[in-house]
């Protein structure tokens, strides 16, 4: 499958600190995918890396097939962008903004520009200083929107949104796709579980993994075995996270289900077992134990260093 | 799409209300510099309003001064290059349109006012403006050079108006503190006039290429140290521009008949000038004698090497000579006072012991053209190759006590000017008690630039007219001769004959005593 964006050992250092350390990543074209992870994992710097706003330390990425840091200004007509932070021309009006936008892009649609104006409700004559940071964000989008975007880029786009915004723009996002390939990033999973196609959990630089939703979502399992006699102490392989044991319980997250597969090879693993109950979890625990485990590894990895 | 003429429009809309005020201010400018042109130069009233004009115009000067660098400011920080917020990098835009935009921008709304503005007032001044297009394009671009890239540079590596503030006043105090020191350590002040050409490639070249990458690459720091360096070249250059080697180059060694020797007796002995901590001024009496006829020589420069009886040498920089022109009149000699540097502590040591002075001249050799006489008229006169001149009179007594002259651009070359003035007021034709006494100066320059610097498109020509005063008996203090209307005035233009070095050993010179109040434990 063709990648809206490809990164390869993608790797960004600031001083001493590593923003980015070695990404390889896709983003499938028709896709929607959601870069989450903590805040401070480096969700920014990869994308602005994608965008060419900085350069990498290493590694490469490409954006439609070309190399970001080869992009100018004719490829960015295919690209649009949208960040919490970004420093809009605050003098100009709603409408002037996208009158002024308009010539830039060869496949502006000014239809859909009216739609996108009448479904976000933007008011034309209104100062973009004036607007509220909602109505700042869906004026960002309809510009985004409005000339067809072959992918879109979204940097946090939901951050600090009231909820009926936040709607409006997803249910903008989705009226796109597939027709645009959106990359997005947020450390709000709840908000990107109902709409993403794919996901990518950053943290501390790193992509700990990059899969499909529906993978991710069959992949993990909150797992509890209830036993006939206390449990025995045992080995506990490196996909189980959060292993409790207590009494005759025994609970963990399994990080590689395979379905009935999975089910047989524990009742083997626990032969005196009277129930073994495998819950699928939503994306938020999913990523709750990821990230968990990850603290705790480092901890432990930690621990080690000081006690050699 | 044209993107450039697109941006363009949008930063009109933008800067509408500065550029109105820029053009406001280029407008007033121009309607009250021509008034000292365009009225009658009489009576004392009419002195102070032109005196008035001349501050008000000067404060224009300073407004449309900083008005442009606010224009061009907001202009280029309209859309920033410096972080990564901005929302204009993540749109279509190509840098070369962008440039080109605010290029254009800054052509229509600074560069075309000006030279309209200097057109405007060469027209109101008599000139036409036609007959001096290359002067006006050369204008353009030392104001593109030394005005509108600077500032543009600026804004393009600075993210606020703030810091293109801070940036701007700390580039100038850095420019300032690095010419001055060149200046005591290096040159002494005074440069080889082509290293002007020079040091305006270095600034172009420094300017273009941090901007340009700025433009093309938003590298920040990168384009930043280019502009430091270039800077820091400037400098340099303006340095080496006053070395001995490039001197050397420049004044070429002569055998020519002009002399130049000590004469203590003259206009007084040598003092002492100043005393700074590392050096000390000192002013020697020369004499100047054998100056060919038909020609004049400008004394440029003087680099000084004192020997003491026990060997110890100083060398000075060289040091600038200012008004020590002089043109051959039959045998005549001059005395004129010069100007040297000695290093503190030599001149400490030798200060009651004779040493010897050996003087390297750097000398502009002039040759005199074909004067142009005139019989003094009652309204403005046109002298050819020199400006157009008006007749001034200062104290509205019906007479006239000086001349007013302007030039196209420029100063006009080097003329040296000779007037009859008349003791008796002119009415008193007839009765005249006195023979008239003989006026003469210096105007001009020899420096080779096509245009001054600005918006006014004309150069006010100073001359100062010897034996203006008379002392009158019964009279407290001097009171003005007359330039009569018909009285003959000539002018006589001086071109570049050679530029020569002549050396000249003083021995057995006496260094002077230190001026009051100074002591050598300051």
Redesign the interface.
């Known amino acids: 499958m063709n990648a809206a964006i490809r990164t390869t050992r993608l790797t960004k250092t600031f001083g001493r600190t590593d923003a980015l350390a070695s990404v390889d990543l896709a983003v499938p074209e028709g896709s929607i995918y959601a870069l989450v992870g903590p805040n401070g994992a480096g969700k920014t710097t990869l994308i ?1 890396l994608a ?1 060419n ?2 350069q990498p330390t290493a590694g490469t990425a490409e954006v439609l097939g070309k190399a970001s840091h080869a992009m ?6 295919r ?1 649009g ?1 949208v ?1 919490e ?5 605050e ?1 100009m009006t709603v409408g002037a903004m996208l009158a ?2 308009r ?3 060869p496949t502006w649609d000014r239809a859909l520009e009216q739609q996108l104006m009448a479904q976000f409700d933007l008011p034309p004559e209104r100062k973009i200083r004036q607007l509220s940071r909602g109505m700042r964000m869906k004026a960002a989008m309809a510009a985004a929107l409005a000339f067809r975007p072959a992918l879109l880029v979204l940097d946090e786009p939901f951050s600090g949104l009231d909820p009926l915004v936040r709607d409006e723009l997803i249910m903008g996002l989705l009226d796109r796709s597939p027709e645009t390939s959106i990359f997005l990033s947020s450390h709000d999973l709840s908000e990107i579980e109902s709409f993403s196609s794919h996901v990518g959990y950053l943290e501390q630089g790193r992509l700990l993994f990059s899969e499909e939703m529906t993978e991710l979502a069959a992949r993990f399992r909150e797992v509890t075995v209830t036993l006939a006699s206390p449990a025995a102490q045992k080995a506990v392989p490196p996909q189980w996270l959060h292993y409790e044991a207590s009494d005759s319980v025994v609970r963990f997250v399994h990080s590689s289900c395979r379905g009935e597969q999975t089910a047989a090879d524990l009742r083997q693993m626990f032969p005196d077992a009277k129930d073994i109950e495998m819950e699928p979890m939503p994306l938020r625990a999913i990523f709750l134990a990821v990230a968990r485990a990850r603290r705790g590894q480092r901890v432990v990895a930690a621990h080690e260093r000081s006690q050699a | 799409m044209n993107q450039a003429g697109h941006i363009f429009a949008k930063d009109t809309r933008h800067l509408r209300w500065e550029i109105a005020i820029s053009l406001a201010l280029v407008i007033a400018y121009v309607v009250v510099v021509p008034a000292e042109w365009t009225q009658p130069l009489e009576g004392p009233t009419q002195m102070v309003r032109i005196q008035e004009l001349r501050v008000l115009a000067g404060l224009l000067s300073v407004l449309m001064g900083v008005s442009w660098w606010i224009l061009i400011t907001r202009l280029v920080q309209s859309e920033s290059l410096v972080g990564d917020r901005q929302w204009w990098i993540t749109k279509p835009y190509e840098w070369s349109e962008l440039l080109g935009s605010k290029l254009l921008f800054l052509a229509a709304f600074i560069g075309l006012p000006i030279v309209i503005a200097k057109a405007v007032t060469l027209a109101e001044a008599g000139f036409t403006p036609f007959a001096h297009l290359p002067g006006l394009g050369y204008s353009l671009i030392a104001i593109v050079a030394f005005l509108i890239l600077p500032l543009l540079a600026i804004a393009a590596v600075t993210s606020t108006f703030g810091r293109a503030t801070l940036t701007t006043l700390g580039v100038f105090v850095a420019f300032i503190a690095l010419e001055a020191l060149a200046s005591v350590f290096v040159t002494g002040g005074f440069s080889v006039d082509w290293s002007e050409w020079i040091v305006l490639a270095l600034l172009l070249a420094a300017l273009c290429s941090g901007i340009g990458l700025q433009y093309a690459c938003r590298k920040t720091w990168t384009a930043r140290v280019i502009l430091a360096a270039g800077l820091v070249l400037v400098c340099v250059a303006t340095a080496v521009a006053g070395s001995s080697a490039l001197v050397a180059m420049t004044y070429r060694q002569s055998g020519s008949p002009l002399q130049l020797s000590y004469n203590p007796d003259s206009k007084g002995s040598s003092f002492t000038q100043w005393a700074g901590r590392r050096l000390i001024g000192v002013s020697v009496p020369i004499h100047v004698s054998g100056i060919a006829a038909g020609t004049a020589v400008d004394l440029n420069a003087v680099q000084v090497t004192a020997e003491a009886a026990d060997g110890r040498r100083w060398t000075s920089n060289w040091v600038p000579i200012w008004g020590a022109r002089y043109r051959a009149e039959g045998d005549l000699s001059v005395a004129a006072p010069l100007p040297l540097q000695f290093d503190r502590s030599f001149f400490a040591a030798e200060q009651k012991k004779p040493v010897t002075l050996h003087l390297r001249f750097a000398v502009t050799e002039l040759r005199a053209g074909t004067p142009y006489s005139v019989a003094m008229p009652k309204q403005d006169f046109t002298v050819p190759g020199f400006g157009i001149c008006t007749p001034v009179d200062a104290g509205a007594l019906g007479d006239y006590t000086d001349l007013s002259c302007r030039n196209a651009l420029r100063q006009p070359s080097v003329t040296f000017v000779t007037v009859e003035w008349s003791n008796d007021p002119c009415g008193s034709v007839g009765s005249a008690t006195s023979a008239p006494v003989a006026g003469e100066g210096w105007a001009g320059t020899m420096e080779r630039n096509q245009a001054n610097f600005g918006v006014n498109g004309v150069e006010e020509v100073g001359i100062q007219l010897s034996n203006n005063q008379q002392h009158l008996e019964g009279q407290q203090g001097d009171v003005p001769r007359h330039l009569c209307p018909g009285s003959p005035i000539t002018f006589t233009p001086y071109s570049l004959s050679g530029r020569k070095e002549y050396d000249v050993t003083f021995e057995n010179y006496q260094m002077p005593d230190m001026p009051p109040g100074y002591h050598f434990g300051d």
Request: proline residues 8%.
């Open positions: 602005k965008m706003i900085l100018t200004g004719r490829d960015l007509n690209i962008y960040s932070n970004q420093e809009y021309p003098w002024y936008l010539p830039f892009y």
